[in-house]
């Protein structure tokens, strides 16, 4: 039980001593006071800023790359499905304009394909040789 000068007794009086005077209570500094008086807002300014600080470096290009990716599905399956439906024509076209069965446009159109398969083989990047071996053999 608290038995200093400030302590209160069973009746609910506190006793007072006659040697110190009370302590003042302590003045609570002003809104005013505080960083320029408008510091709630500034707080606020400066989450604010943390946020979009933080959003900018990795949801922006997150959602940069998604976008790219979905896009690009989507342009591959439309070109994919462009090719095939071009393909079905030309042999249905080759098909009417040619008086032999069916054969002679599949035979056309696998050469050409052929053709351009084996161009694109030739044109493709060689890996580059190794520094220390030698070019020829």
């Known amino acids: 039980m608290d038995t200093g000068p400030n ?6 009086s506190k006793q ?3 040697s110190t005077p ?3 209570i302590p003045s609570i500094p002003s ?10 807002a500034q707080a606020a300014d ?3 800023n943390a946020v ?6 990795t949801t922006t290009p997150i959602m940069k790359i998604a976008r790219g990716l979905v ?12 090719t095939v439906l071009m393909v079905i024509g030309v042999v249905r ?8 069965g069916v054969w002679l446009p599949y035979l056309i159109l696998g050469a050409l394909f052929t053709s351009v398969g084996a161009l694109l083989f030739l044109r493709r990047n060689a890996p580059a040789p190794s520094a220390g071996a030698s070019s020829k053999r």
Not at 71 to 82: E, H, K, R
Not at 93 to 100: G, H, N, Q, R, V
């Open 71 to 82: 896009f690009g599905v989507f342009a591959g399956t439309i070109i994919i499905v462009i």
């Open 31 to 40: 809104v005013g006071s505080l960083a320029g008086g408008d510091w709630p």
């Open 7 to 12: 302590a209160s007794t069973s009746s609910g």
């Open 22 to 24: 009370p302590r003042p």
């Open 93 to 100: 076209l080759l098909d009417e304009a040619l008086p032999s």
């Open 16 to 18: 007072e001593s006659s």
């Open 52 to 57: 979009e600080t933080v959003r900018d470096r």
């Open 46 to 48: 400066a989450i604010v």
